[in-house]
């Protein structure tokens, strides 16, 4: 079992920027990759960003390439996503995810999930 908890949404001004956390725990989850989705509303759910604690390849969706970094930090168990120079569409409720398969996760069939946290970016 992997639990997750994101934080560090909030509202910004386009340009801004925000670091969201997610939190891990668990047994195994040190062998999962990790990534962020996100779901505007009225929009579909949406593949951000994936990594893995091994800190090897990284992924981005072409909307955040560019703009956004995910890294993971293994002492503090914790994933994070900093997003920079943000627009008014990056408003979404942003997901932390993990899957011990990574084309599973980019697919968006993780096993696990966190419970989001609001980004809003406000023009």
């Known amino acids: 079992q992997v639990h997750l908890v994101e934080s560090g949404g909030g509202l910004v001004q386009a340009g801004g920027s925000l670091r969201l956390s997610c939190a891990v725990s668990?047994?195994?989850?040190?062998?999962?990759?990790m990534g962020w989705f996100r779901r505007a509303p009225g929009k579909e759910r949406e593949f951000v960003a994936a990594t893995s604690w091994s800190g090897g390849n990284t992924y981005y969706a072409d909307s955040v390439k560019g703009r956004s970094t995910i890294s993971g930090d293994s002492a503090k168990n914790t994933v994070y996503l900093q997003m920079n120079s943000l627009k008014p569409e990056d408003t979404a409720a942003y997901y932390c995810a993990a899957d011990a398969n990574l084309v599973r996760l980019l697919r968006h069939e993780c096993d696990y999930w966190g419970q989001g946290t609001q980004v809003t970016v406000s023009s």
């Open positions: 668990g047994r195994t989850f040190r062998s999962y990759a």
